[in-house]
């Protein structure tokens, strides 16, 4: 019986589990008590090990890892910061780090199930025969993913510094770990992020210093100006020219540009003309999910790709 | 009074003022002839002696009627204390009410300051003396370990000990809430008097080991810099070197500013990544309240502090319905098993009928 399950049908499970990790801490806090650690982290690894089946059958289905449209690749970016959390989620015991991510991966999963169009066209065999092309947009997405868990950091130290500030230190501010060690785990995700999409951006270079036009320039510059943004950030935070509230506004800021960044990045990607056909044999970098696959003829229907497996 | 079974009695900080617990406290050495006087007791089959500075409790074990009124007879001679007296403003328990009043006391819920720790401990030392002693049987081994046991349940399943509840504690709890931990900490305290020491002694007792001491008059602060293993330092270094410390706590009794704005923007020039917290005991206050509104620099003063706390301890009182409504659950349940020992022991306990303990 499981195994007749659709990959959606175990990402709404994922989301689903998500969502009760969201609405059991919400539930405590309303009423004025702690969200559970353990539950919360249960409920979020519960949730994990459903998309990863889910993002599994859609990536065997794909034939590679499945950032072939909207839809996925918000999947991929929760999937990211969800891995993360389960990582170092464990240093943030009784804070409420597993219910801002709860919350986030809940969005995330949610939003990209409910909108049909974000999963209508799929394309089948995005990266070729090629397993670089694939690491390199699979670290691009899964640095948005760790941008995305230091978006939260980012609003709990806002939060922490507001109660400090304004001196409201009950209820649910209560249980905010402390102003240094929310700035320095930023820190550290914020390098952390910034360097794994350098080493996407260093993957894919290979390819496209060989053939410029082998990559579309909107898509280029965008993912460009993503990273510079993000390692600019860095260095202003290295530097101390950054710091605290500014620091964290900046790091919600450039999350909140970097997935926006995504709609343009995804319209400047045309269907295959015969013209550009023999460039697209080529293996593409730099978000190489966004390309048409080299031996497609089209966009094709998420079922239609299904079906061709 | 004169009835057999578990009992408590004794005085607590509720009925009896500080000006005669004074009078009932036991020193150590009082405390061992009662107890060795106790034990020629015939009748009394198990006893432990609780004495803190805001109780002095006897449990106790009796086969006989008349020996709860001896306990409190020998014990009122001892301290030459008026039987009468201690009579009008004595605590007094029985059974199942005597197991609820250990679980209240070792739970926190009858101290002065509400849900505090330290009366935890002091239970179970007393209880390890009593033990060492040999002057424990099965039933007070069993209601006090069992009690224990209730009162861990109650501690970390209420919010009974959240929050600090002391001035010193609120600006402890402050300051991990800004670095996580004090192990890093440089701590630099200003003004050599009594609540800036408290506050440093609370600051040590979390795990702060950089102390320093400044003060108006220097050999003072050597002398609390002693006291306290810490640094002293020249008052008129205080605002060149802020920039060095995390935690500043101003409690002088300067009539003018002690630091200024111009110092904390100063001090956060050379530490800009590392927050700085002042707590400003002081009455006038000693920090610039302008400093508040520099990014990560964080000023409390003594209304906020005291503000903290009061409402810390408003919280508690009301978190103490949920408390003793466990509390209740547990002890009854704990007598159920202890009745029948005391049963065993020649005592004839008396159970409450179910119906009338469900209405209480």
Known sequence: MLAELTDRTWLWGAAGFYAAGFALGTFALLRHGRPSGVATYTLIALGYLLQLVGLGIRGRAVGGCPLGNHFEIYQFIAWSAITLYLVVGVTFRNSLLGYFTACLAATLTVLSLSIPGWDATQRAHIFGSNPWIELHAALAVFSYGVFGLLSLTSIMFLLRNHSLKSKQLGGWFSFLPSVLDLDHIGVRLLGAGVAILAASLGVGAVYWVRDLSSVNTTKLVITIAVWVAYALALGLRLNGRLLAKRFAWACLALFAAALLSLGPVDKSRHPMTPDTASLAREPRPLFAAFQPAPNDQAYQSGQDARATQ | MSQAGLFVIGATHHRAPLAVREKLSLSSDAAAALQEEFSTFSGLKEFAVLNTCNRVEFYGVAATPDVAQRVSAAFCARQHFDPAEFERIRLNLRDREAVQHLVEVSAGLDSQMVGENEIFGQVKDAYAAAQSRGSTGPVLNRVFQKGFQAAKHVRTHTAITEGQVSVANVAVELALNIFGSLAKARILLVGAGEIGEKTAKAFQSR??????????????????????????????????????????????????????????????????????????????????????????????????????????????????????????????????????????????????????????
């Open chain 2, 207 to 360: 795990g702060a080991a950089a102390l320093t001491v400044a003060s108006r008059r220097f050999e003072r602060a050597m002398e609390l810099a002693t006291a306290l293993n810490a640094s002293a330092m020249p008052f008129e270094q205080r605002e060149p070197r802020l920039g060095e410390f995390d935690v500043v706590v101003c409690a002088t009794s300067a009539p003018d500013l002690v630091v200024s704005l111009a110092a904390a923007k100063g001090a956060m020039h050379k530490r800009p990544a590392r927050p700085l917290f002042f707590i400003d005991q002081a009455l006038p206050r000693d920090v610039d309240p302008a400093v508040a509104e520099i990014d990560n620099v964080f000023l409390y003063n003594l209304d906020d502090l005291a503000k903290i706390a009061e409402e810390n301890r408003a919280a508690r009182e009301a978190e103490l319905v949920k408390c003793r409504a466990i509390v209740r659950e547990k002890s009854e349940s704990l007598w159920r098993q202890v009745a029948p020992q005391v049963e065993a022991l020649g005592v004839r306990p008396q159970l409450a009928p179910l119906d009338a303990q469900e209405q209480v």
